[in-house]
T-cell receptor
Framework: GQQVMQIPQYQHVQEGEDFTTYCNSS?????IQWYKQRPGGHPVFLIQ?????EVKKQKRLTFQFGEAKKNSSLHITATQTTDVGTYFC??????????????FGKGTLLTVNP | DAGVIQSPRHEVTEMGQEVTLRCKPI?????LFWYRQTMMRGLELLIY????????DSGMPEDRFSAKMPNASFSTLKIQPSEPRDSAVYFC?????????????FGQGTRLTVV
């Protein structure tokens, strides 16, 4: 079945350093979404990418969708302690289901040392 | 809008007992999802509904799990009998179709501990 893999599993940085997490799908995706989950919280939608090669920015966060629509990345510039949490990518399940049935990656847990 | 509302927030029960988790989706959302989150397996989709109809329950672990959506504003996930390996955080999420977006709005989750 479809697999969505994220690396790294964990990342610890000093405040002010940059951070990147990568997401790879075993199948081509019609779109990809990113979520953030704070410790003890619930996943919160960040962004959706649809077009091949698309790049979107939200303040210090830059999201990219690969040309083949099988991979994506999230880059945070100059991390802050408020960036702590687990970042998940998610794509529609390719097993004939609807675009609303998502497969989530295992996530990257980011910790920031002040 | 109050967002997706789940209850209870925490549940501790003994093995063999029945557990019922509840969810109220965002008004106007026509998709509802139940997820389970564990350290080992991450976020797993258990079942989802569209317009109150179960569409895909292939993620439901076994017959001990059942879910219902009697109307557009309420859904339950039931585990009977519960086992220690069911301990996890269970999230409900809802989505509104159309508009080009597929984002899911998650509830706060129910942390279930089966002892």
């Amino acid at each position: 079945g479809q697999q969505v893999m994220q690396i790294p599993q964990y990342q610890h940085v000093q405040e002010g350093e940059d951070f990147t997490t990568y997401c790879n799908s075993s199948t081509t995706l019609s779109n990809i979404q990113w979520y953030k989950q704070r410790p003890g919280g619930h996943p919160v939608f960040l962004i959706q990418l649809v077009k091949s090669g698309e790049v979107k920015k939200q303040k210090r966060l830059t999201f990219q969708f690969g040309e083949a629509k099988k991979n994506s990345s999230l880059h945070i510039t100059a991390t802050q302690t408020t960036d702590v949490g687990t970042y998940f990518c998610a794509g529609p399940n390719s097993s004939g289901g609807s675009n609303y049935k998502l497969t989530f990656g295992k996530g990257t847990l980011l910790t920031v040392n002040p | 809008d109050a967002g997706v509302i789940q209850s209870p927030r925490h549940e501790v029960t003994e093995m063999g007992q029945e557990v019922t988790l509840r969810c109220k989706p965002i008004s106007g959302h026509d998709y509802l999802f139940w997820y389970r989150q564990t350290m080992m397996r991450g976020l797993e989709l258990l079942i989802y509904f569209n317009n109150n109809v179960p569409i895909d329950d292939s993620g439901m672990p076994e017959d001990r799990f059942s879910a219902k959506m009697p109307n557009a504003s309420f859904s339950t996930l039931k585990i009977q009998p519960s086992e220690p390996r069911d301990s996890a955080v269970y999230f409900c999420a809802s989505t509104r179709s159309g508009g080009g977006g597929f984002e899911a709005f998650f509830g706060q989750g129910t942390r279930l501990t089966v002892v």
